[in-house]
Structure formats: structure tokens, C-alpha cells
């Protein structure tokens, strides 16, 4: 059959070559794709015209259409295409808005005792001032729509708190996007990553990962899209897992279903590790980037037959196997990211590597690759253990260079510093 990926970043290049290894694929599209995606034709196009997008479903006998970015599930892509006959992986509005509105995620935790951070939900700037003020910070404030992942901020300070709303609500930062925000008690503790399949019955957890979301080491610098990632993580042992299993991913899928809001595809659990047991920080209603460069190049199985099984009802008849291995995920990024930041940069790759690159923020041009984003590309190995992996991977990146480029030298290292504490290495 004929596969359509729609999106274009890093994660999507992760999501196109692992479908191209399965049997079940003949051809295999991207709209609009990106210079890396040697295995898929690219098609000319916005993830948010439906009207394109079927119309290149229909010109190339496609069957099967993955959504993966936010804007186009919560603009309700899927419905759509379903609407029109195709079948397509990701899922409906009403279960994307568990992303696509973090006061009705934050709402739905409340109601069906799922263990997140208290929180007070603002549509009014002067209110949301006067009670950070009488909170005082560390704390967190979100925007309650979607914000290219930097819709956060974990405000250390009041006046950082201060700002944020400011930023949301009165300057507009983020658009209707921050017109409501959402603020948080601040939550300490190692962050685990967990993507899911589901198909709104049964739910299968993937390979744990740990991303790495401030720009800088150390955890240091405004919130990104994501900086790094390393899988599994550490902090994810078994008695976490079980934890997580009853008291988290079983009871949101259930909570989605008895809110008529079922969840079909990959739901993404961002979760925090506190004294006080298992929390979530946020849900994603698609795979997460770059956690999805690092968790696919792990998976043994057919993604694609599995993408499939979510869509038909069918999860619980699959059998999912993971590599017995670790990757390591690192991004290179413009300088400026994620404010401001100049395209256009000559890239270059001074010898081959072994590690594999995802492109994202990349474009070709006279035959020159050049930088078109913030987070321009990510260098991914793998690895029998996390610390080779590691070190893979930051030994592949010095190959490649741009002007402006910038990445974060800690990717891993809680992660590793964890993992040698279990083993008594500290």
C-alpha cells in the first residue's frame, strides 16, 4: 500500500524511515517532507491544507496517512481525512484537544484522580499577577494552547513569572494560544518521557527516553522544543512502570474514553519523578520530538503494522519488541534559537559518520545543504549501553558544523549518572 507522512521535521524523518522497512509499505510520501527524506517522495504543500492534502492522497492511490504534528491534529486532520474514506494514523479533535488545551488536560487529571502538579486556570492577566504574587515562585506557567513546545516557562523567580504572563496575555507572544494560561505549583524531581500506542482500549508504552528542554547545560536558558534525548531512561525502573501503568496511563485512556474523547495513535506522558510519587507535567497528543529520534531506532517491530492496529481497534493483538540497547540523541541548533535566529548557514559534514542524522531545519540550494530553522538537524547513535552511545553520538557531531551552530555538551549525563548509581558506580 501507499503511505503519506505529513510534517517535516526531525521526528518525521525518525517516523519515515522506520516505515519504509515494513513489508506493508509500497511507496512511501511526505508532505512537505524534508531534504533528508531520501526514502519518501516529497509532495509540495502545507500540513493544514486538508483540501492538498487529499487531493495528494487521491493523485497517488495513498491508503494510509500518518499525522504527526500538533496544528493539523487539533485542527481535526484526522476527522477529515476519515471523513473523506482515508484511514489515518493520529487522533480525531476532540481527543487531540488533550494537547491541544492544557486546562482541559489539567481538568480532566482533576476529575479523574490522575496525579498532576495543583494548578489555578487564568483568562485574566491582573489575576494571574496577583496570585503568583501571593504564591511567590519557583512555579510554572503555561499557555493553554499550542506554542511550538515553548509555551512554558519555569519561572525561578517572580519577576521570570511576572513576564511570562505578560508575555502570554498581554503581549501576545504566543496568540490565542496564550489568551488562557494554566499555573502550576513547580514540581521537583528527575523527567521521564513515556510515548504510548493506543487505540482507545488498550495502551502500550514504548521504550522510556528523557529529554533535555532548556537551550543550555546544565538546565540552564529559556525552555526549546527540545535539545537532546537519551533512551531508556534510567529513572524508569520497574516499580516506576507499574506505578505509572495503574495510576497514569490505564486511567487517562479510560478517562478519554467515558469523555466520548477516545485516543487513537501515540500519546505522549511527560512525567516528573517527585518524593511523592509519579506526576504528570503535560500530555502530547502525537510522537515527541526529538524523543521520537531517540525511541524508534530501538524498535524491533513493524511500526507501520502497528500504526495500523491503532486505527483498527486491533493493539491488543500486536507484539511489540524493543532492541536491548540505548540511543543518544543529540540536536544541533542556530544560534538564537529558540528566539531569534538567522537562516541560510552553509552546512558542512567534514567526513561520513556511522551515527545516523535526522534533518529538520535543513533545505538544498545549488547543490549546498543550508540552515532553515531553529534546531537544524540531529545526530543519533545507538549503542549496546547508554555511555557508548553517548559518546557516539558527540563524537559524529564535531563532524558537522554551520556557522552559528550551537549544542547542548550534557546530554545524558543525569541519565548516565543515575544509571551508574543502580549499578553501584557513583
Known amino acids: 500500500m501507499n503511505i503519506l507522512v505529513l510534517g517535516s521535521g526531525g521526528r518525521e524523518h525518525a517516523i519515515v524511515k522506520k ?48 499525522v504527526t504534528p500538533d496544528d493539523p491534529l487539533a485542527d481535526g486532520m ?14 480525531d479533535k476532540k481527543a487531540a484537544k488533550i494537547e491541544s488545551s492544557k486546562a482541559f488536560a489539567k481538568n480532566l487529571m482533576k476529575k479523574y484522580s490522575i496525579p ?24 510554572v506557567i503555561k499557555a ?31 496568540g ?11 514540581l521537583r524531581g528527575p523527567e521521564i518521557s513515556v510515548l504510548a500506542f493506543t487505540d482507545g482500549q488498550t495502551v502500550v508504552p514504548m521504550v522510556s527516553s528523557m529529554d533535555h528542554k532548556r537551550a543550555y547545560d546544565g538546565d540552564e536558558g529559556p525552555n526549546t522544543g527540545g535539545m537532546g534525548a537519551v533512551a531508556p531512561n534510567p529513572y ?72 495500523m492496529s491503532t486505527t483498527d481497534g486491533t493493539l491488543k493483538e500486536s507484539k511489540i519488541e524493543w532492541k536491548d540497547a540505548s540511543s543518544c540523541v543529540i540536536a544541533l541548533a542556530s544560534s538564537g534559537y529558540p528566539e531569534q535566529y538567522e537562516k541560510g548557514k552553509r552546512i558542512s559534514i567534514s567526513h561520513p559518520i556511522s551515527s545516523q ?33 553517548i559518546e557516539k553520538a558527540y563524537e559524529d557531531v564535531k563532524a558537522i558544523s554551520f556557522d552559528g551552530a550551537f549544542l547542548r555538551k550534557d546530554i545524558g549525563m543525569k541519565a548516565l549518572e543515575e544509571e551508574n548509581g543502580k549499578k553501584g558506580l557513583r
Open 236 to 307: 524508569y525502573d520497574e516499580e516506576c512502570q507499574k506505578e505509572c501503568m495503574e495510576r497514569i496511563f490505564i486511567p487517562t485512556i479510560e478517562a478519554m474514553r467515558a469523555e466520548g474523547s477516545a485516543f487513537k495513535g501515540c500519546l505522549y506522558f511527560g512525567l516528573m519523578k517527585t518524593e511523592y510519587g509519579v506526576k504528570v507535567i503535560e500530555y502530547n497528543s502525537r510522537f515527541g520530538d526529538p524523543e521520537t529520534q531517540a525511541v524508534l531506532p530501538l524498535l524491533e517491530s513493524d511500526l507501520l503494522a502497528i500504526m
Open 116 to 139: 498532576t502538579a495543583d494548578y489555578e486556570i487564568f483568562t485574566n492577566a491582573d489575576d494571574a499577577l496577583s496570585y503568583v504574587r501571593e504564591k511567590g515562585a519557583p512555579i
Open 357 to 389: 542524522i535526522y534533518y529538520a531545519g535543513v533545505q538544498e540550494k545549488n547543490g549546498e545543504l543550508l540552515t532553515s530553522g531553529g534546531r537544524v538537524l540531529y545526530v543519533m547513535a545507538v549503542a549496546p549501553d547508554l555511555k557508548d552511545a
Open 176 to 186: 490565542q494560544s496564550g489568551e488562557k494560561i494554566v499555573i502550576e505549583e513547580y
Open 78 to 91: 484526522v476527522d477529515f481525512l476519515n471523513e473523506n474514506g482515508i484511514a489515518a494514523f493520529g487522533p
Open 144 to 174: 493553554d494552547g499550542l506554542a511550538l513546545g515553548k509555551g512554558v516557562t519555569v519561572a525561578m523567580t517572580l519577576d521570570e513569572a511576572e513576564k511570562a504572563i505578560r508575555d502570554a496575555m498581554v503581549s501576545h507572544k504566543f
Open 19 to 66: 516505515i519504509a522497512e515494513s513489508p506493508l509499505c509500497d511507496k512511501l510520501f511526505a508532505l512537505p517532507g524534508n531534504y533528508g527524506m531520501k526514502e519518501a517522495k516529497l509532495i509540495e504543500g502545507s500540513v493544514m491544507d486538508k483540501d492538498r492534502v487529499l487531493k495528494s492522497v487521491r493523485e497517488n492511490d495513498i491508503s494510509f496517512v500518518v
